[in-house]
C-alpha cells in the first residue's frame, strides 16, 4: 500500500496514499489534480466537483467566487440541474462560464461546429429563466418518428 507523509509545523502523518483522511486535508479542486485522470475524475465527482477532461482540473462550487468555472463543451448536459432561484455561482458551477453576457441574458454555446445558443436570464444574482436544449438522444429519436417522452 501506497502512504503519502503530510508535514505541518508541530508533526508528520503518514496516511494511505488513497484514504479519506488524506483527501479532508485538500480542497476537492486539488485532491482530484493530485490524482489526475479517470482517479481524478472519480475523487472530484465523488467531492462533489465537476471534472473538466481537458484541463485535467476539478472544478468546485467555488469557482465563480475564484473567477472560473471554465468553459463546457455541452453545457446542455447539466442544464436540467438547474433551477429558478439558484444562485449566479450555481448557474456558473453547472454550466461554466458564458459564451456572451448582454444585460441580464447569459449565453451558453452547446456543442461545435455547429453550436445551438443555451440561454438564462439572471437579475441580482439570481437565475428566473433557462432554456434548457431538448438532450440530442430525444432529437435522434424524434428524428425516427419517435413521440416525445
Known amino acids: ?88 455561482g450555481e448557474v456558473y458551477f453547472w454550466l461554466g462560464n458564458p459564451n456572451i453576457i448582454e444585460g441580464h441574458t447569459f449565453t451558453w454555446l452547446d456543442g461545435k461546429p455547429d453550436s445551438v445558443a443555451l440561454t438564462a436570464i439572471i437579475e441580482n444574482g439570481i437565475l428566473t429563466s433557462v432554456n434548457c436544449l431538448r438532450s440530442p438522444r430525444f432529437a435522434l429519436r424524434a428524428t425516427r418518428g419517435a413521440v416525445a417522452p
Open 1 to 88: 500500500m501506497a502512504f503519502v507523509v503530510l508535514l505541518t509545523s508541530v508533526s508528520a502523518v503518514a496516511l494511505p496514499l488513497y484514504s479519506p483522511s488524506l483527501l479532508s486535508w485538500f480542497s476537492p479542486s486539488v485532491a482530484a489534480t493530485i490524482f489526475g485522470g479517470s482517479v481524478g475524475s472519480q475523487v472530484c465527482e465523488r467531492l462533489g466537483g465537476k471534472w473538466g477532461s481537458a484541463r485535467n482540473e476539478c472544478f468546485t462550487r467555488a469557482c465563480y467566487a475564484a473567477g472560473d468555472c471554465g468553459f463546457w463543451l455541452h453545457p446542455n448536459l447539466r442544464c436540467h440541474r438547474l433551477r429558478t432561484g439558484d444562485s449566479i
